[in-house]
């Protein structure tokens, strides 16, 4: 019955949907077969290696390109003029005027954004205090350190409000201390019922932050859910092992890591019986098994091991 | 409308409130103006030190030839002239001291126009001006009204060709050749300006805003906005440096009794040549845009720029040799209604020859035209060079792969 709600449908309906999504530069595929959606409310971590395809995701999604084929919907259909104006996004390369003062480059972001000129001034210098910059509206962007300069840029891609915050490696050139500002406004934004779509390398941070993710290889999605449905995925794949001695990687097992001298990670090959490994081991010459457990890997754990499967 | 207006604003403000800008504004005609006059001044003041003053005794003048007859005593306001009316008289008077020397009439003078100065001390050329302008007025006193009007008028002399086509008079040549230094000037400036074109587009790429913008406002916006911007700060550099050019000119020509402006603003094509010089500068700015656009930045870029400059050079040299010749061939039609070559050649041909109207409407057309159309090229450049990292396009690549698909 809930779900026949009109209200309820509305606002579950995903803010952004992208379909089987192509895009081909010259005789480079790149991005092959590309789906997934996102949910108001939810921050939405956009993984996988360089080149995999994600900016280009992005980039398709803001409509600075067009896809090749599938379908892409932002806030219900094609991308408009006032549909823009409800994004925010923060490009991995960054984008700030050198010779603009801080507010004046805030501000004429702002106003293309749909803000009036006294708006966006005084929401920039809300921001500005919020994030540590207040007293910097005069400096040039150039004289600013890298730090500084990317939290202008978080600011640019906030600073109207925007119901999708599309933003790339928010975190990259932050301390930790900044990092917990940044991560404080993107929680924040979630709470308002926005959605935030973000990429990483950082997966501890995301790991924390996002409710769902999909991982992008070679242009496809191999991976789509929460972060706790991913990692429960792949815990049947690595085994957990204490004890002593040397370990020779038996059948079925794609890697070995050894942790520290009495604690070794086994990778095992999809389809492996756990307990066929086990009983190798505890046969095996040169091995003393004192405990083992299916462990949940860590999403870099789960990066690694899909790029590593994917390059043999 | 309003995104355009913040585009537009933030790159003419941005650029014109510049130290670089000021001081290449101001700093440019200030420097043409103060090294000539410094020049003059210093040469001035060297000539006024080697010259001996000017004697304020008056001079005599000995009347054989009877042209002022029945004329006062002429006071001038450089130097008084007292008449002698015998050389025995005046050359008293030279002796006394009385005149720093005097001017010999002699009976011959009607059929010679010899005229004598007879001295101890010679003279300065400022004497000889003075006595030489009051006798050329004695002259003109004594020429029948009609004469003197007649040489007061300037001939005008029409130019027509055996089959009465060509058609121009003096006035026009001279409005034209005006308004080709007009023209020359604009390419010039427009070459300079074009600097700013270069980088502003370039440096969208550089800082990566471009990305950032265009999530804004579309890439048409964004382009309309940056490039009436910048348009503008050319522009009003042409203009602060017309200015002042402009007014030294036309000061300078008044004095010297020209009415230069008339003759500009009055020709009858003035109007459609500042058409035609606004198309072609801001054909100019959008290549300029398209060089930025593709990477050819302040190194390589303005290089190419002037390169083309150069070649368009050669358009220059046809115009001037050849078109006058023939002003109506095929090539020289077309010539003049394509946007780099027609500030000249159509200036030529409208000077030489008449031009029909339905060439020049057709050569508005085309070169306001090229400039729209360019405008949607930059918008595809903007897409695929600024923003895409996408392998460039490669001509043969491209055809052997359509091959192989067939």
Partial sequence: ?312 | MRRIWHVLWREFWGHITRRSYLIFTFGFPAFIIIIPMLGGLTLALMVASAIPPTDPRPVGLVDQAGLTDGAPDAPDHTVEIRLYSSLETAEAALAEGEIQAYYHLPPDYWQTGQVKIIYRQPPTGEIDSAVGGWLGQQVRSRAPPDVLAQLNREARITHQNARGESVFDLEDLLAAALVFGLAYFVQLGGSFTANYMFDSVASESWDRTIEIVLTSISPMQFLVGKVIGLLGVGLSQLLAWLLVGGTIILWGSARLGFDLAGIIFGWDYFGLIVSVLLATYVTNQLLAAAIGLLHMNSGSGPLFFNTLNWVSGIGFLYATILVPRNPNTPLAIVASMLPVAAPIVLLVRLVVSEVPAWQLVIGQVIMWGVNIASLFWLRHLLKTNLVAYAPRFKLWPWLRRRLANR
């Fill in chain 1, 1 to 312: 019955m809930q779900d026949n709600d009109p209200l309820k449908s509305v606002a579950d309906s995903p803010v952004v949907r992208v379909k089987n999504l192509r895009k081909t530069f010259g005789d480079t595929v790149a991005v092959e077969d590309v789906s997934f959606d996102v949910r108001p409310g939810e921050v939405f971590g956009l993984l996988g290696p360089n080149g995999a395809g994600k900016t280009t995701t992005i980039r398709m999604m803001l409509d600075i390109f067009k896809p090749d084929a599938g379908a892409i919907e932002i806030f219900g259909g094609p991308l408009t003029a006032a549909g823009r104006d409800r994004i925010g996004y923060m490009p991995e390369e960054r984008g700030l005027y050198p010779h603009m003062r801080v507010i004046d480059c805030l501000a004429y972001l702002g106003k293309l954004k749909g803000l009036s000129g006294q708006q966006a001034r005084r929401r920039a210098v809300t921001y500005l205090q919020r994030l540590e910059l207040a007293g910097q509206e005069g400096t040039k962007i150039e004289a600013l350190s890298r730090g500084m300069t990317q939290k202008v840029q978080v600011i640019a891609a906030i600073l109207h409000r925007p119901d999708l915050l599309i933003i790339d490696e928010p975190f990259a050139n932050l301390d930790p201390v900044n990092s917990q500002l940044v991560r404080d406004i993107l929680l924040e934004m979630r709470d308002e019922g926005k959605s935030v779509i973000m990429t990483s390398h950082q997966l501890a941070l995301v790991e924390t932050l996002c409710d769902r993710i999909a991982m992008i290889h070679y242009g496809r999605v191999i991976l789509l859910g929460t972060v706790a449905q991913v990692r429960r995925d792949h815990a049947g794949n690595v085994l957990r092992l204490h004890g002593s001695g040397q370990i020779d990687a038996p059948p079925g097992v794609l890697h070995v890591e050894r942790r520290n001298a009495s604690e070794w990670l086994l990778t095992l090959e999809p389809g492996t019986d756990h307990r066929a490994v086990l009983q190798i081991l505890m046969t095996a010459n040169g091995f003393s098994l004192d405990g083992f457990e299916l462990a949940r890997p860590t999403l870099d754990e789960i990066f690694v091991q899909i790029v590593r499967e994917s390059r043999q």
